[in-house]
């Protein structure tokens, strides 16, 4: 029994077969607990003898199955290493819809920055939650003013301290911000997230904005034209872009432009496209930051990305620039 018993443990060929060939042995019908059964039935003399030679073998039996348990274990184990093997060293395979694209406007984010550091441009940043302080009041927009409404904010319950902290409405706060921080002569532009409660075809409640300051100390709107001209021929690839300055309003300019340029330039036959907002920062602006406005003067514009990214590259809903559709992405997206 002993030999036959261990030549069945030893034959299991994997862990399922082994349990088999324990309950068979081992188990409450198995051969080896009905040696155990027939101890009663024996002549006294015979009983003990008999029971320890069971017990020995049951021992013997239940170690090998677990040795063997181990083996195959170990086996299977190394088996399915194998199998699983992966080359990390072979060349990805992905198919064309695999392949990720970059979002026109990453695109467009990218090529501004380049063209406005070539023009010695540093980027600057400033947090999407801005203090009312920053947003507003230091950009020369006082509580009452009207200004205010026309900006739709998004605020946030306010603090202990009565403050309301928002969603910035435009980029100029990084305007105060760099200010702050920097001494001039000072050349930023500041890319980034502006919210507006605003929703419709050419609206939507969270787009992006460049905003540019240049500080300097004989500074003029002869410059802001020619950094502004530089651009567009740069971005929008054409040697020459028309360009039209319209007198506008902003509180912390003065004077005040709103720029357009003419769709001819760029394809289209449209007559002209608004892109900009721009003008001289306002003494008021300067003193707030402690520069004195005797010295320091300086031009600031804030331009609409994602306007400029619809002009470019012909995209003709807003909205359709954060619906998150892949097709749309392979559509109008870059390749890597
Ligand atoms: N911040 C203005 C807007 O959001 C644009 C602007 C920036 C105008 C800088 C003048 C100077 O409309």
Redesign the pocket.
């Known amino acids: 029994l002993e030999k036959s018993a261990l030549k069945k443990v030893r034959g299991a060929k994997t862990l399922a077969e082994l349990e088999d060939v324990r309950v068979e042995l081992l188990g409450r019908n198995g051969e080896i607990q009905a040696l155990t059964k027939q101890i009663g039935t024996l002549p006294p003399e015979e009983k003990q003898t008999f029971g320890k030679a069971a017990n020995k073998l049951k021992r013997k039996v239940s170690d090998e199955i677990e040795a063997r348990k181990a083996e195959l274990k170990e086996r299977e184990l190394a088996e399915k290493l194998a199998r699983e093997k992966a080359d990390v060293t072979l060349p990805v395979r992905l198919g064309p819809q695999l392949e990720g694209r970059i979002h026109p406007l990453s695109q467009v984010w990218d090529e501004v920055t380049e063209i406005f550091a070539d023009m010695g441009f540093e980027v600057a940043e400033g947090p999407d939650i801005e203090t009312d302080e920053n947003n507003f009041t230091k950009l020369n927009i006082p509580e009452e003013h009207p200004a205010r409404q026309e900006h739709d904010t998004f605020y946030f319950h306010p603090k202990d301290d009565g403050s309301r902290p928002l969603l910035r409405t435009?980029t100029?706060p990084v305007q105060i911000r760099a200010m702050q921080e920097r001494k001039p002569p000072m050349r930023i532009i500041a890319p980034g997230r502006v919210y507006r409660s605003d929703s419709d075809q050419t609206h939507t409640p969270q787009f992006h904005?460049v905003?540019g300051l240049v500080i300097d100390e004989t500074t003029h709107m002869g410059h802001l034209r020619w950094v502004l001209e530089e651009f567009c021929r740069a971005f929008f690839e054409v040697d020459d872009v028309k360009m039209r300055y319209r007198a506008s309003h902003?509180p912390?300019?003065e004077p005040?432009m709103e720029v357009d340029i003419s769709a001819e330039a760029i394809g289209k036959q449209d007559d002209w496209l608004e892109i900009l907002?721009?003008?001289m920062v306002h003494p008021n602006v300067l003193r707030g930051v402690g520069l004195d406005p005797e010295k320091y003067q300086g031009f600031?514009?804030?331009m609409g990305l994602d306007r400029i990214t619809m002009l470019k590259y012909g995209i003709p809903d807003l909205r359709t620039m954060f619906a998150s559709d892949l097709r749309w992405l392979r559509h109008y997206g870059f390749s890597m």
């Open positions: 435009h100029s904005q905003e902003f912390f300019t005040s907002g721009c003008g600031a514009f804030g």
